[in-house]
């Protein structure tokens, strides 16, 4: 207890100090990564815990965001909530919305009640641009964020304070709202829902109760977004942020309480920092996703949680080598598949497809990568990424004899172990 | 096990690499926040090149203060809420003037947050240039001296698309207005409505339908089949103007086609023979712009390989005024004040190959010639490989081509003159 | 009237293109309960492969071996993604064809470039087969209904009368019995997919010549599909035509009715009051005619989840 009590203080005295270390474009960017982790493990309540996976999450997100903006608008920064409060609304309106849509929604279970909260989602998406008055048509709702409680709220490091404040004690909430009994129950839903009914329990009435409380933390998230960014727009029902946070979740892990946290964080920055510097960041999120999905099915938590188990298990220095070569298999990789990606996407852009064309007898015009020319009529340019490809692809097979031979040995040990002491009793 | 011991590393690791980019120093910077991945990213690529070009020319011509122009490029990630984010990463970096254009909902949340910032943030301004997105309450009851639109408008291309139909005598006196059912497609169906008596004609029914949701048209084209009219008004664009062509196409129907976009890549590759004899309202085309004209389109094909097409030329003769008010802008201290640089270009008269650019004062509407071409065989510059291409038929200038400043328009101007 | 028969005509015509993307992903979910997300990215790699092959080989040509090339990327698809998160559980196999879509569609646009591309339909085919209303038919709108009558026959009769039929039906029944008495129930999983996808393909190959071709096909189509597979109930190829015609036809109809539910109050004699709340009662049903479908699937989910014509759910 006392290492994660530790881990979790250090954690937090991090996350405080943040603004003096990072830049304005850097700390928003932490901003956006706080409401994806919210958001992440709001969804894990209903989709980890409650094993009802929903496909429109994004409706409660969206919900609360406009609900917070009205709520702006008409407040003013003053009176029942001042701009502090403000995601208060978006609780309050998330908890709403969650409750009816979860009373629908629940009466199903398994592939049907995904379709269903997509259907919900897909209809608010449909008919939200016709809603002028609620959703302000495709320019959105705006407002402004007004001074309250002596701070203007004009800058990011005050905004970021506040959205840390509003994150750790949602996370805090939500944390303990799984040691409740109702929290427990929610575990029993996903495991066994049959049983529950037979012990006595109104099943319908408690997923619709966890479908509300997952909302109304979606909801708090919207809020917090909408305070941020001073406005909303009806895309935010888009099936592409509901696609978002079940990507974000599962890719951290959704047995661990913090990995859809972990999940959302990696993956907001990820979009935030590789978007502006490369043009196919898309196709290498989906090639992450993928990987993630087949390779680490329990998500990136459940690397960290192998990286201790094997090193309680196999001792620190035979681990070591192992995890190096895994390491290096994939840099290999990574870097001969991002060249090639980048340059193949160059090569077929519509812009170098003029450029050669231009003069069609000479050879191709170089691209420029990574600050150096390369062309593409030349093997040069071909060879070196493909070769540190198989490379990579070599060193993964390494990487699997060497784990296999770890994992062979231990068996050894521990069988010889056993005839010793066996010899040792006897 | 806390995540966020694993957040701490990478975020401190990343700061590290993103510090080194933030620098002090006097050159101007200019950053384009447009979608440049995702589905709207070909418009978006075509504003980033277009620009791209503009800053470069710029900067051959010897850029501003004795240094260039940086041009730093953001993808807002295909929505307003990116758009955002990019935003304020931008000005963190700092960029002193923001271009956009493809999208009117980016361009509503860019204008927004920018004005919320200069009310927080006095004496460290910020400009948007809108290059491209027409909604009218960009300036109209979303305007602010600190926003400037480069382009036209829903009203400004329709009074000239009728006023040219009208002069050929092809409009006729039944028109049809189909439209998309958001600000833009709404925008232009009033238009359609209010220039009526210009053109000379009668709407005989007006529809709006849902934004890039339809795949089949044959039920709209049969509604227009049904109202017996002479021409076609939309303001649609993508998909919904090429699938409502193919479809009209497809059922042999002989209205003429009035547009605003048809001059999207890839449109007319697809309508083939069926898109002769339409007509486009559009604010550059070269054949237009005679000597200056075609001289501009070579450069423009030795510099990115093509001519250029769609949104490109308006964007570039944007920029390039914007660089045309830098010139009489002096730095004080060092550094540029936006608010002179705005002065300036109130004042500035920047001549095109299609006629002279001016600022209006009142809402930052640009007084932007509009030229209505039709789609023609003998074209001078053929577009999307085809033999078809965009025939010039009337030139407005700025003025001609204007239309009254929006009422809802009010305008704060800065108290104090730098 | 006439009016009447051509939306009738028009929808049916696009419903058939719908059922023609539906049947192979209600076909994947109803024998692996697997919910392919990326089954309309195998309907635009169709028009992209028949717009590369069709200079090469004749349009005809391409159309056939466009679908023959989508169904081996399904294959392939199955066999080296698809089975190995298939002990995951469900949710992993749904998000990794997640995954698989927006690579797909990453790719297209690495290679095909952003903007809709010139795939047409040929010459020798772009006449009109009669005239009604005042407008012209054109004779290919046919050849696309023709196409998707003739897969669900063939379909319905391989599955039905044949030996293979008889096989998959029970893999997609009871997949556990059907390998204990010696069917090699991987091998028929792999050749479902396989045929499900060269099905989308050739979709694809079909309707992207008539309508646009562009990297944004799959997101278009993609939701419409899963309405029509949920309404016609997972798993049964005959649902899947019936909700396709339905929504197909429904939402040509609607495109027609200027009318709303304030319209409709005014008969009941309370349309002033109707008209002045505004909102949703004075929205006209021809605006809403691509959202109605998304209410019927919602209805059909709380009446009847397994469909219209699905199995009954299994608890």
Redesign the interface.
């Known amino acids: 207890m006392k290492p994660m009590k530790f881990g979790f203080v250090l954690g937090t005295t991090l996350l405080l100090l943040l603004p003096l270390v990072l830049s304005q474009s850097l700390l928003n960017a932490a901003i956006q990564m706080l409401i994806a982790a919210l958001f992440a493990c709001a969804f894990n309540l209903l ?1 980890g815990q409650g094993g009802m ?1 929903s496909f429109g999450h994004a409706a409660y997100f969206g919900v609360g965001a406009f609900a917070t903006l009205h709520a702006m608008k008409a407040m003013g920064g003053v009176g029942l909530l001042p701009t502090p409060l403000l995601p208060l609304a978006g609780a309050v309106a998330g908890l709403a919305f969650g409750m009816i849509a979860g009373w ?1 929604a629940t ?6 009640f ?3 909260t ?3 989602a ?2 608010l998406h ?2 939200a641009p ?2 002028k ?2 959703f302000g048509g495709e320019s959105g709702v705006s407002a402004m964020r007004m001074p309250a409680w002596g701070m203007s709220f004009g800058n990011s490091t005050q905004l970021y304070y506040l959205t840390l404040i509003w994150v750790l004690a949602s996370l805090g909430l939500l944390y303990l709202f799984t040691h409740t009994p109702v929290g427990r129950l929610t575990v029993g839903l996903r495991e066994n829902s ?1 049983r529950l009914r037979f012990l006595g329990y109104d099943v319908h009435r408690l997923s619709v109760l966890v479908f509300a409380v997952s909302a109304m933390f979606s909801g708090i998230a919207g809020g917090l977004q909408a305070v941020s960014n001073e406005s909303a727009n009806y895309v935010v029902f888009e ?1 592409h942020l509901s ?1 978002v946070v ?2 974000n979740t ?1 890719i951290g892990g959704v047995s661990v309480f913090l990995g859809p946290a972990l999940g959302a964080a990696l993956m907001t920055f990820f979009g935030y920092a590789v978007s502006d510097l490369s043009r ?1 960041w ?2 290498y ?3 992450l ?2 990987l993630v ?2 390779f680490l ?1 329990t998500g990136l938590i459940g690397l960290i949680s192998w990286w201790n188990n094997s090193k309680a298990q196999y001792g620190f220095v035979r681990l070591l080598p192992v995890a190096i070569l895994w390491l290096f298999a994939v840099l290999l990789l990574t870097v001969s598949s991002v060249f090639l ?1 980048e340059l ?2 160059r090569m ?3 812009d170098y497809r003029a450029l050669a064309s231009v003069n069609p007898v000479a050879p191709w015009p170089a691209i420029t990568l990574f600050a150096r020319p390369w062309f593409p009529g030349v093997a040069t340019t071909w060879l070196p990424p493909i070769l540190i490809f198989f490379t990579g692809c070599w060193a993964v097979r390494l990487a699997r004899g060497r784990w296999q031979a770890l994992l062979d040995n231990a068996d050894v040990d521990a069988s010889l172990s056993e005839t010793a002491g066996d010899g040792v009793k006897s | 096990m806390s995540a966020s011991k694993f957040i701490r590393p990478v975020v401190v690791a990343c700061t590290a690499l993103l510090l080194v980019s933030v620098t002090l120093a006097a050159p101007l910077k200019v950053a384009v926040i447009e979608a440049l991945s995702g ?1 709207q ?2 418009t978006g ?1 075509s504003y980033r090149n277009a620009t791209r070009y503009a800053i470069d020319r710029l900067n051959t011509a010897g850029g501003w203060n004795g240094e260039k122009i940086d041009l730093i490029e953001y993808d807002n990630q295909g929505g307003p809420t990116g758009a955002a984010d990019k935003l304020k990463a931008a000005i963190a970096d700092g960029a002193q003037f923001i271009v956009s254009g493809s999208s009117s909902a980016v361009g509503g949340q860019l204008t927004d947050d920018i004005r919320k910032y200069n009310i927080r943030n006095p004496g460290k301004e910020v400009v948007l240039l809108n290059l491209g997105a027409e909604a009218n309450e960009l300036t109209g009851e979303k305007c602010h001296f600190h926003n400037f639109r480069f382009s036209s408008n829903a009203q400004i291309r329709i009074k000239a698309l009728v006023g040219a139909m009208k002069k050929d005598g092809v409009i006729g006196t039944r028109v049809y207005s189909i439209n998309q ?1 958001y600000s833009w497609g709404q925008d232009t169906e009033n238009a359609i409505v209010e220039y009526a008596s210009v053109g000379g004609y009668k709407v005989v029914e007006k ?4 934004v ?5 048209f ?6 227009i ?2 109202a ?1 009219v002479d021409t076609v008004i939309t303001g649609n664009w993508s ?1 919904d103007l ?2 409502l062509m ?1 479809a009209t196409k ?4 002989k209205a003429r086609f009035g547009t605003t976009f048809l001059d ?4 007319l ?2 309508a ?1 023979d069926a898109a002769t004899g339409h007509y486009i309202a559009h604010l550059f085309n070269a054949e237009a712009g005679g000597k200056e004209g075609e001289q501009f389109a070579e450069d423009y094909k030795a510099k990115t390989g093509r001519y250029p097409a769609f949104i490109e030329g308006q964007a570039v003769q944007g920029m390039l005024m914007f660089g045309e008010a830098l010139k009489s802008v002096k730095a004080q201290s060092n550094n540029l004040n936006v608010n002179a640089w705005a002065l300036a270009l109130e004042n500035t008269k920047f001549k095109t190959p299609m006629g002279e650019l001016r600022m209006r004062a009142a809402d930052h509407q640009a007084l932007v010639p509009v030229v209505v071409s039709v789609v023609s065989n003998d074209a001078k510059y053929k577009v ?2 085809t033999a078809l291409g965009f025939k010039p038929i009337m030139v407005l200038t700025g003025e001609q081509a204007a239309t009254p400043v929006p009422a809802a328009c009010k305008m704060q101007r800065p108290t104090q003159t730098p | 009237m006439e ?1 009447f028969i ?2 009738l005509l ?2 049916a015509i ?1 419903g058939l293109l719908l059922f023609m993307v539906s049947a192979g992903l209600t076909l994947i979910f109803g024998m692996m ?1 697997v ?1 392919n997300f990326s089954h309309a990215s195998f309907y635009m790699l169709g028009a992209y492969f028949a717009y590369t092959l069709s200079p090469l080989i004749g349009f005809g040509m391409a159309m056939i071996g466009a679908s023959l090339l989508v169904g081996s990327v399904g294959v392939m698809v199955e066999r080296f ?1 698809l089975r ?2 298939h002990n ?1 559980g ?3 196999e ?3 064809t ?6 797909i ?3 297209v ?10 795939y ?1 339909i040929p010459v020798s085919l772009d006449f ?1 087969a009669f ?1 009604i ?6 004779f ?2 046919l050849i696309m209904g023709g196409i998707a009558i003739a897969m669900f026959a063939l379909i319905y009769l391989l599955l039905t009368l044949t030996r293979v039929g008889i096989v998959v039906r029970s893999a997609i029944y009871k997949p556990r019995m059907a390998e204990a008495l010696g069917h090699n129930v991987p091998l028929v999983f792999m050749g479902v997919f396989g045929v499900g996808a060269a099905l989308a393909g050739l979709a694809g190959a079909v309707a992207g010549a ?3 071709t ?3 096909m799959a ?3 993609g ?1 419409m599909v ?2 029509v597979v ?1 309404v016609g109930g ?1 798993g049964s190829l005959g649902g899947a035509m019936i909700a396709s015609l339905l929504i ?1 036809i429904i ?3 609607c ?2 009715i200027d009318k709303s539910l304030a319209d409709l109050f005014s008969l009941l004699g309370i349309g002033d009051w109707a008209q002045d709340i ?3 009662l004075t ?1 006209k049903l ?6 109605i479908p ?2 019927l ?2 209805l059909v ?2 009446v009847r ?2 469909g219209l014509m699905g199995e009954k ?1 299994h ?1």
Do not use: W
């Open positions: 989709c996976l629908f009466k199903r279970s398994g592939t049907y995904a379709m269903i997509l259907a919900l897909e209809l449909a008919l016709h809603l008055s609620l049959h099936s696609a079940v990507l599962y196919s898309l196709l999120q989906g090639v996703f993928v999905m087949m099915p990606v193949l996407q077929f852009s519509l | 589905p990213a070909s690529l059912n529809t709006l339908h849902d890039n949701k339809i795949q089949d044959s039920p709209y084209v049969s509604k089949v049904a017996n998909n090429l699938l193919k497809a059922s042999g129907l999207q890549p890839g449109n590759a697809n083939g999307d490989g | 009016y051509i939306s028009n929808g696009y309960g919910l993604f190995r998160v995951y469900h949710a992993h749904l998000l990794l997640f995954g698989l879509s927006f690579i569609a990453e790719l646009k690495l290679f095909f470039g952003n903007f809709p591309i010139d047409r009109a005239r209303g005042g407008a012209d038919y054109p290919y709108r008539f309508y646009t562009n990297p944004n997101l278009e189509l939701v899963f309405v949920v997972l197909g939402t040509s109809i495109v027609g505004g909102g949703l929205l021809s605006s809403l005619a691509s959202t998304f209410a699937m919602l989910l709380l989840p397994s759910e608890l």
